[in-house]
């Protein structure tokens, strides 16, 4: 049973009028009531947030999300918002109060119902929290032990990347919620259709993936492939709107391609990318096949750069002391014209070899500062965008007098951009290193160092250099509260930071377990997919817009 002297309840309340009877009413069931949810120190102690549905309580849902109890409280002047609570999107909300239900007995059921559904909420931080299918984390951790297991049983395992056709259209058309409840009826689907023994997993968007354990066979992959392919035969109802999607699915099976989990999840994707090529919607990954297309990589680069085949994708980084979008990342995408959307991992080590990394760069900051005009120009002045730069790109000796020309061009605040550099870059040539980002910061540019902890340097090393924020490595946040030495490193890292006065940036959050420890050890910003993957720009201000917008001034100011 609930015991309410021990839960502590704070409030996000849009009209003053309602505090003093909801106060009065918490008090008198015996629950601790902290106050407004705008003081810090009252929403970390809180376990319970009663919310009036607005911009703002789903502002501070982004930050939070699943680590608090969220409770919508409805007063009679709401009525107006009560049909629309979906629209809100407040995380972690799964219990409505209504102004009339301040009885104690009420009060006591509707958070003891609401917390035990957030504790088991809790339990599942292997799993997404829209579709309920395993995360990236979980899913990666269930395929590591199904390799482990081949030699034990000698059967095959079976990995299949499916991905949405017509995705993008019905997010554009619809909506997010729309498309949210779309992802949620394929997962149904999904289990459906392959029963409990099969892992599935949302890592995203719209891309799934299927892991199936034990198979006799080829013959028997087929024919799961095949019945994955079947459930987008029939249209998928939402609310009065009959939508049909198709799927491309690309398998790839073990033993029969070797690979650690990570490979064998790129091939598969990799295989996903083939099948919309082809136009067959199911396509299986054989080891050999990619010969042809990365031995004429550096030419096809060449010919992509030209076409303008090129495009950014922006991941959103969230300040935790102003609970607010404060910058982006911006990540580059190959828009294929017969291998569809490429990742990063599938041409950029051929484009750092060839050279043909520098003229992409170039690109990329010219295609930045574009956009950062773009966001001036929407209200965020303040929005800082950082973007990658390579060893190659940092030893040319035409970088320090073409960046002013493109900021010129643009005419942009150069406060507003960032570039981001892995400790190998800046330690292979110190000397030069050092003079070229002295020419950047002059122009006021800021500098990140990316990745911090995987490679042979410490911070002491790096003092020389110009840099004012250290961005932690994913595979250390993503490990933190698993693994006491990640703990250690994490905090060691931010502790270590904060002394020479440069912010610290968690890469890879991807659950509410890792957003507290961060919270808890004095993170200044975070991004990953708890909060977004990278979108498109024109996403991301949809995005703003629909969480920020009204209160855009006040929430982003500069730190």
């Known amino acids: 049973m609930l015991n309410p002297n021990e839960i502590t309840v704070c409030l996000c309340l849009e009209h003053g009028v309602v505090t003093a009877p909801l106060v009065d009413a918490l008090r008198a069931a015996g629950f601790r009531v902290s106050g407004d949810i705008d003081t810090p120190e009252h929403l970390a102690a809180a376990q319970v947030v009663l919310f009036q549905p607005s911009v703002r309580s789903a502002q501070h849902s982004m930050l939070v999300g699943a680590r608090k109890t969220w409770i919508a409280y409805i007063d009679h002047n709401m009525a107006s918002v ?27 059921r509707c958070i003891e119902r609401a917390i035990k559904q957030q504790h088991a909420l809790q339990r599942q931080s292997h799993f997404d929290s829209l579709t309920g299918l395993l995360s990236n984390r979980g899913f990666l951790e269930a395929t590591d032990e199904a ?38 009826f394929v997962a149904l689907r999904l289990k459906s259709a392959l029963g409990p023994l099969a892992k599935i997993a949302r890592l995203g968007g719209d891309e799934f993936f299927i892991l199936l354990e034990q198979l006799p066979g080829m013959e028997a992959a087929q024919q799961l492939a095949q019945r994955v392919h079947a459930i987008f035969d029939e249209p998928f109802q939402i609310l009065s709107e009959r939508v049909r999607v198709q799927a491309d699915i690309g398998m790839v099976t073990y033993p029969e391609t070797l690979g650690s989990a990570e490979e064998l999840m790129r091939n598969a994707h990799s295989a996903m990318q083939t099948a919309k090529e082809r136009d ?18 550096e030419q096809a680069l060449r010919v992509a750069l030209r076409r303008q085949e090129f495009e950014l994708h922006y991941q959103p980084k969230v300040c935790l002391r102003e609970r607010t979008i404060i910058g982006m990342e911006a990540l580059i995408r190959w828009r294929h014209p017969t291998r569809g959307l490429l990742m990063p991992s599938e041409f950029i080590t051929a484009a750092e070899s060839s050279g043909m990394i520098v003229p992409m760069g170039y690109w990329i900051i010219e295609q930045v500062c574009r956009d950062l005009s773009e966001l001036a120009e929407h209200g965020l002045q303040n929005v800082c965008v950082a973007t990658n730069l390579s060893f190659r790109q940092l030893q040319d000796e035409q970088f320090a007098s073409v ?18 550099l892995t400790e190998t870059t800046v330690l292979t040539d110190p000397k030069r290193a050092l003079a070229t980002l002295e020419a950047v910061t002059a122009l006021g540019v800021t500098i990140s160092l990316d990745d911090f902890g995987t490679g042979y340097s410490s911070l002491t090393h790096i003092r ?21 030495e990640a703990d250690s490193i994490v905090r060691s890292i931010i502790n270590l930071a904060h002394d020479l006065n440069m912010q610290v940036v968690a890469e890879g959050v991807e659950d509410d377990i890792q957003l507290g420890f961060l919270l808890a050890n004095g993170c200044d910003q975070v991004q990953g997919f708890l909060f977004s993957e990278p979108r498109p720009l024109w996403e991301v201000l949809q995005l703003i ?13 500069p730190l």
């Not at 059967?155 to 909506?175: K, S, T």
């Not at 020389?464 to 006491?484: A, E, G, N």
């Not at 817009?545 to 100011?557: A, K, S, Y």
Request: glycine share 4%; with cysteine.
């Open 82 to 108: 009560h049909n629309n609570l979906d629209a809100f999107s407040v995380s972690g909300a799964r219990e409505v109060l209504y102004a009339d239900e301040l009885a104690p007995h009420r009060l006591q």
């Open 147 to 184: 390799l482990f297991k081949v030699s034990e049983h000698g059967r095959m395992v079976a990995l299949l990347a499916l991905d949405l056709r017509g995705f993008n259209e019905v997010n554009q058309h619809h909506g997010f919620n729309f498309a949210d409840q779309l992802l949620s």
């Open 280 to 297: 067959v919607h199911l396509c299986r990954y054989e080891q050999g096949a990619q010969q042809d297309w990365t031995s004429n990589m």
């Open 403 to 420: 960046l002013p020309r493109l900021i010129q061009e643009a005419g942009i605040d150069t406060r507003c951009l960032e570039f981001e």
């Open 464 to 484: 020389q250099f110009p840099i004012s924020t250290i961005k932690i490595d994913r595979s250390f946040t993503q490990r933190v509260s698993l693994d006491h």
């Open 545 to 557: 817009d629909q969480i920020l917008r009204p209160v855009t001034h006040p929430l982003l100011t």
